[in-house]
T-cell receptor
Framework: NAGVTQTPKFQVLKTGQSMTLQCAQDMNHEYMSWYRQDPGMGLRLIHYSVGAGITDQGEVPNGYNVSRSTTEDFPLRLLSAAPSQTSVYFC???????????FGPGTRLTVT | GENVEQHPSTLSVQEGDSAVIKCTYSDSASNYFPWYKQELGKGPQLIIDIRSNVGEKKDQRIAVTLNKTAKHFSLHITETQPEDSAVYFCAASTASYDKVIFGPGTSLSVIP
């Protein structure tokens, strides 16, 4: 199993541009989530999904959209990038019936 | 809003000594308390967790204690090794999927 994979690893955007961060898992996990990690602030939940076709907001959802058309994929979309979205983004998934989270390697995003 | 405090923010110990990291949470409904280890350039990895119906859990050199009355939980690492050097995050969550709050992290350095 590849586990949780994320692409790209690094990305630089200009203010106002849009892009999609990809996340995939091959462990048949129902629960998937997106976090952002900023210095001194730990990880903050952006959006999560408890299964295909179901998504919901976390602590910091503004400026981000998600969809879950399959169990495997959970992309995160930035509609109009802002410098405040400069961060490291992590995707995670959890096995059914547990709260353990398996994290991907992250995407480092810079918005200029 | 709800939050998780974590202390210390940095910790330096000699190889073979013990390390203790403490967290305090505010949401009394929290019932799951995981600890994650994050090595440089990687995603967080779950190392141990504890649920609210247990006061202590141990896994080889790592142990976690929970005091629900005081809303405190701690990570104890004994016989530290250089490979224990990393950033450690605590988290507190409720039964609701959108209530996952991470602490700001502790950077642990183990000096050979």
């Amino acid at each position: 199993n590849a586990g949780v994979t994320q692409t790209p690893k690094f990305q630089v955007l200009k203010t106002g541009q849009s892009m999609t961060l990809q996340c995939a898992q091959d462990m048949n996990h129902e629960y998937m989530s997106w976090y952002r990690q900023d210095p001194g602030m730990g990880l903050r939940l952006i959006h999560y999904s408890v299964g295909a076709g179901i998504t919901d907001q976390g602590e910091v959802p503004n400026g981000y959209n998600v969809s879950r058309s399959t169990t495997e994929d959970f992309p995160l979309r930035l509609l109009s990038a802002a410098p405040s979205q400069t961060s490291v983004y992590f995707c995670a998934s959890s096995p059914p019936g547990t709260r353990e989270q398996y994290f991907g390697p992250g995407t480092r995003l810079t918005v200029t | 809003g709800e939050n998780v405090e974590q202390h210390p923010s940095t910790l330096s110990v000699q190889e073979g000594d013990s390390a203790v990291i403490k967290c305090t949470y505010s949401d009394s409904a929290s019932n799951y308390f995981p600890w994650y280890k994050q090595e440089l350039g990687k995603g967080p990895q779950l190392i141990i967790d504890i649920r609210s119906n247990v006061g202590e859990k141990k896994d080889q050199r790592i142990a976690v204690t929970l005091n629900k009355t005081a809303k405190h939980f701690s990570l104890h690492i004994t016989e530290t090794q250089p490979e224990d050097s990393a950033v450690y995050f605590c988290a507190a969550s409720t039964a609701s999927y959108d209530k996952v709050i991470f602490g700001p992290g502790t950077s642990l350095s183990v000096i050979p």
